[in-house]
């Protein structure tokens, strides 16, 4: 668990310093204007229709996973931390929501810090931490199995429920969003 | 207005973190064809690629299984090779797909080696959401070991080979 999250930390991290100094690059004559907090607002109510499947949309993403032989071909250390890797880069698997997408938005237009990537990693790590270290491998079984398999499955069922919470959080930063660009003109 | 539009924007970051966290359950998409693979013997030689529907993640394209007969479960052996007697890292975690409801039921096995040892499990149905056993499949020696299957109410059974590694 500690190599993924290095690997998925180090990652986050880069991705996240990398779109900031373009986005800096780019639009950072804006940063003292409420422009970017327009277009953010703008940005995240069309990820939500996006994520909404308006006009026949989905959520984009590359549909890859991380490959399994990983761990096979180079062992769990090394292995986990070259998943930790591939994952944190955010743009290279599978996403549920568009909320990843949002926050490299944020990042570009220079609404979070170059550094929010770390941010981005405590939002995977420590659930994912708490998940592995806390809960009981089978809880219900006098078998000593080792990982919590059982609490993939819940996981997995609970995905329906997890992309309305993320369609209310793309809905809430555009208002929110929407609402300073109103404050910040007034 | 920056520290709060700061703030507010850091929070979605930190939640947009989960995203990842479930993104590797989603699903291949692209269809797979069979291919042999190690892990099987007799009757029921494992494959990788082309799973029944109906078993767990039919597209996965890399993990072996062993489909058995008549093909109403399967074994998915996700450690590589099975070995015999109770390894570690990795250990021999193999997931058992039935085609028929478990309704609660625990899958017994017997398992039978060429010698005539035999050795009985119980794997409680504590997977929710999924017609699916999962356990070690600990077996104290190598070679081929017949398992007979069986599960449910009324009761189903099959059954299929596992070639046990020293």
């Known amino acids: 668990m500690g190599t993924l999250s290095l690997g998925f930390a180090v990652s986050a991290l880069a991705i996240f310093a990398v779109v900031s100094l373009a986005g800096e690059a780019l639009f950072g004559w804006l940063h003292r204007t409420p422009a970017p907090s327009l277009v953010a607002a703008a940005a995240l109510a069309a990820l939500a229709l996006v994520d909404l499947g308006a006009f026949g949309l989905h959520t984009p993403m590359w549909r890859r996973q991380t490959p399994k032989q990983l761990f096979h071909r180079f062992g769990p250390s090394a292995g986990a931390l070259l998943w930790g890797l591939d994952t944190g880069l955010v743009v290279t698997t599978f996403r549920v929501t568009s909320l990843s997408w949002a926050a490299l938005a944020l990042a570009a237009l220079g609404l979070v810090p170059w550094w929010s990537g770390l941010l981005y990693a405590i939002g995977f790590t420590v659930p994912a931490a708490a998940l592995v270290l806390a809960v009981p491998a089978h809880p219900w079984s006098p078998e000593d199995l080792q990982e919590p398999v059982w609490l993939q499955y819940r996981i997995m069922a ?28 007034a | 207005m920056i520290p709060i539009a700061r703030a507010a924007a850091s929070i979605l970051v930190l939640a947009a973190g989960c995203d990842s966290a479930t993104s590797s359950g989603a699903p291949q998409s692209a269809p797979v064809t069979e291919r042999p693979a ?31 007969t008549p093909p109403t479960a399967v074994a998915i ?32 096995i ?13 794997i409680p149905a504590d997977v929710v959401d999924a017609e699916v056993y999962i356990t070690y499949l600990d077996l104290p020696a190598p070679g081929c070991w017949r398992l007979n299957l069986s599960w449910g109410a009324p009761q189903a059974t099959t059954i299929l080979f596992v070639d046990v590694a020293p």
Request: net charge positive.
């Open chain 1, 158 to 185: 609970l995905e329906p429920a997890m992309r309305r919470v993320a369609l209310l959080a793309l809905l809430a930063g555009a208002a929110t969003a929407g609402a300073l660009t109103v404050w910040g003109m």
């Open chain 2, 38 to 68: 190690a892990g099987g013997c007799a009757f029921t030689p494992a494959a990788i690629g082309g799973r029944p529907a109906w078993a767990p993640d039919p597209t996965d394209a890399t993990t072996p299984y062993v489909l058995a």
């Open chain 2, 77 to 108: 052996l996700v450690a590589q090779p099975v070995r015999a007697g109770h390894p570690t890292n990795p250990a021999n975690k193999v997931v058992f797909g039935v085609r028929s409801p478990r309704l609660g039921t625990p899958l017994r």
């Open chain 2, 110 to 122: 017997e398992a039978r080696a060429t010698t005539g040892d035999t050795v009985h499990l119980a």
